[in-house]
Structures are given as C-alpha cells and as structure tokens.
C-alpha cells in the first residue's frame, strides 16, 4: 500500500512568490491535514480537509489556503511568500472519519524563500 | 493557547538503559495523547496512543497518562541506538492535534 505522498520536495522561492504544494493521501483516507514544521516553533497545524471540505483551520494568515479534490488528494497554497515562511510542509492523511491524532505523514515538501 | 511542552533534550542513555521522556499539556479537556517518533530528515510516525489514565504497553515502549496531573510519559526500555530520534508529544484537544517541540533521544553504543 503506497503511503502519503508529497510532491514536490524541495523547492526554492523568492520573496513575493506563490507556491502550490501536493498531497496524494494513502488509498481510501479521506482526511488530509497540514503541518508547518520549523525548528523555532515545531509541528504546527494548518488546516486539515476530509470530503472536499475544510473542517479545521489553524492560527495562520490568509496567505495560506488549501483545498481538497474528489479523490482526496489536496493541496495548499503559499501566496506573497515571506523568509519566515521557510519551512517542511507536511501533509498527513488518517482512515478516520473523525477527529483523531492516528495520523500518516508524507515526507513532506522543503520550501526555501529567498 | 493550547500548549504541550516536552524538554527539548537532548537526553542521553546508554544501550541497554531505560529513557523516559516527558510531556505536559495545558488543555483539561483533551482526551488522546500521542507519541510520534522523528528519525532526522524523516517525517513524523505514530509509535504509541493512549486514551485512558494508567499504562499502555507495547513491546519495548510504555505510555502513561495521568489526567489530574495533565503529564504524559513514553518509557523506552532495552533502549538501542536505531531509537535515537526526536519524540513529539501530541495532543488532541477539540478537534485539533497540538504538538509538542519534542524532545531528542541519543542512545550511545
């Protein structure tokens, strides 16, 4: 069974840029979470999506928005890129349909902003 | 603000010895608590959960969770070097999981 997958894995921004990020969550799980991990403020939540609608959102700008397909796979987007949003992106999908923390991460996409 | 703090580490054990790592949190009302292990440049796994108070064992690992103190443990014993990783305690409040900084475990041969 293929585990969660993120595309893509590194990537480079400049200051102002947008970026999307993709999340391909296992077989047959329908709820796809966000993290933002950075060594200062760790794991820290960002919004999480099961049946193409946002359930749960986290402390964090306007600039970060997401969405969820029919297929379950979701992604996020980065607007207006500032330094401080470098950082691993992880996605995480579970089988549950409701709230738990039996989550499966992907390996994550590492964003740079220059 | 919903917090979960762990000691950041680095603890270190020798093989063979039991670690014991830390974890408080600040909302009364969560119900499930996690432990997730992060090998360095890996992403995080699922390595225990407990609901309940008391103890939940699983082979060489042992979670402990005392409500009225709101202090969650992870026991490693037998620790080997394939265990050093940095733990993160999670936990899930009104529908949101909280994770702590985690704590870095070394285990010297």
């Known amino acids: 069974k293929a585990g969660v997958t993120q595309t893509p894995r590194y990537l480079i921004k400049t200051r102002g840029q947008q970026v999307t990020l993709s999340c391909s969550p296992i077989s047959g799980h329908r709820s796809v979470s966000w993290y933002q991990q950075t060594p200062g403020q760790g794991l820290q939540f960002l919004f999480e999506y099961f049946s193409e609608t946002q359930r749960n959102k986290g402390n964090f700008p306007g600039r970060f928005s997401g969405r969820q397909f029919s297929n379950s796979r979701s992604e996020m987007n980065v607007s207006t890129l500032e330094l401080g949003d470098s950082a691993l992106y992880l996605c995480a999908s579970t089988s549950r349909t409701g709230d738990t923390g039996e989550l499966f991460f992907g390996e994550g996409s590492r964003l740079t902003v220059l | 603000q919903k917090e979960v703090e762990q000691n950041s580490g680095p603890l270190s054990v020798p093989e063979g010895a039991i670690a014991s790592l830390n974890c408080t949190y600040s909302?009364?009302?969560?119900?499930?608590f996690f432990w997730y292990r992060q090998y360095s440049g890996k992403s995080p796994e699922l390595i225990m959960f407990?609901?309940?108070?008391g103890d939940k064992e699983d082979g060489r690992f042992t979670a402990q969770l005392n409500k009225a103190s709101q202090y969650v443990s992870l026991l490693i014993r037998d620790s080997q070097p394939s265990d050093s990783a940095t733990y993160l305690c999670?936990?899930?409040?009104?529908?949101?999981?909280?994770f702590g900084k985690g704590t870095m475990l070394l285990v010297s041969p």
């Open positions: 407990i609901y309940s108070n």
């Open positions: 999670a936990v899930l409040g009104y529908s949101t999981l909280t």
């Open positions: 909302d009364r009302g969560s119900q499930s």
